[in-house]
T-cell receptor, first 111, second 115 residues
Framework: DAKTTQPPSMDCAEGRAANLPCNHS???????VYWYRQIHSQGPQYIIHGLKNNETNEMASLIITEDRKSSTLILPHATLRDTAVYYC????????????FGQGTILTVHP | NAGVTQTPKFQVLKTGQSMTLQCAQDMNHEYMSWYRQDPGMGLRLIHYSVGAGITDQGEVPNGYNVSRSTTEDFPLRLLSAAPSQTSVYFC??????????????FGPGTRLTVL
């Protein structure tokens, strides 16, 4: 699976959009981009995934660049409950669920 | 649905003791897995299973055994606990249909300390 690079930490004001970047320059054609988050002491929570088109669900939006070498997770109106570690993971279906979690980005949402 | 449940929530063992961490899911997921998370680190895969009777090793399998006799349960056994196994253990599950392996549901974790 391709390696990902994320900033170690980011801050965001409550009510504003949080934009979390991820670099995955070695991504291959059959690999998807997945985002998970882990709120303190809890198990990780799946957020969203995409291949090459932008995706949106009730939690977030995922923007993938045309060359697929980077992506951005957008939380449109961050709340204090969104404070968590966010993991960007690149994986293909042939990895059969073997997710590789890096260090992630610690997002702190301030009042 | 209860989702993915793990027991116990906390456990303290002495070096050399054995124990089993329990994991159960009620979502009829074919895929189940075990991860460990050391302080300040990301999760690392220990073992996984794509269905009852089928298991395979992940990134850090040494010192752990698994079996999958039912779809619902995926216990993790520590054979002879060592201080290096002090960690938080997470169980996860997902469907395998529609290529959903990577959309996993995680349990709340078991915090294990080995003295």
């Amino acid at each position: 699976d391709a390696k990902t690079t994320q900033p170690p930490s980011m801050d965001c004001a409550e009510g504003r959009a949080a934009n979390l970047p991820c670099n995955h320059s070695t991504i291959s054609g059959n690999e998807y981009v997945y985002w998970y988050r882990q709120i303190h002491s809890q198990g990780p929570q799946y957020i969203i995934h995409g291949l090459k088109n932008n995706e949106t669900n009730e939690m977030a939006s995922l923007i993938i660049t045309e060359d697929r070498k980077s992506s951005t997770l957008i939380l449109p109106h961050a709340t204090l409950r969104d404070t968590a570690v966010y993991y960007c993971i690149v994986s293909s279906f042939t990895s059969y669920g073997k997710l590789t979690f890096g260090q992630g980005t610690i997002l702190t949402v301030h009042p | 649905n209860a989702g993915v449940t793990q027991t116990p929530k906390f456990q303290v063992l002495k070096t050399g003791q054995s124990m089993t961490l329990q994991c159960a899911q009620d979502m009829n997921h074919e895929y189940m897995s075990w991860y460990r998370q050391d302080p300040g680190m990301g999760l690392r895969l220990i073992h996984y299973s794509v269905g009852a009777g089928i298991t395979d090793q992940g990134e850090v399998p040494n010192g752990y055994n698994v079996s999958r006799s039912t779809t619902e349960d995926f216990p993790l056994r520590l054979l002879s606990a060592a201080p290096s196994q002090t960690s938080v253990y997470f169980c996860a599950s997902s469907y395998t249909r529609a290529k959903s392996y990577n959309e996993q549901f995680f349990g709340p974790g078991t915090r294990l300390t080995v003295l």
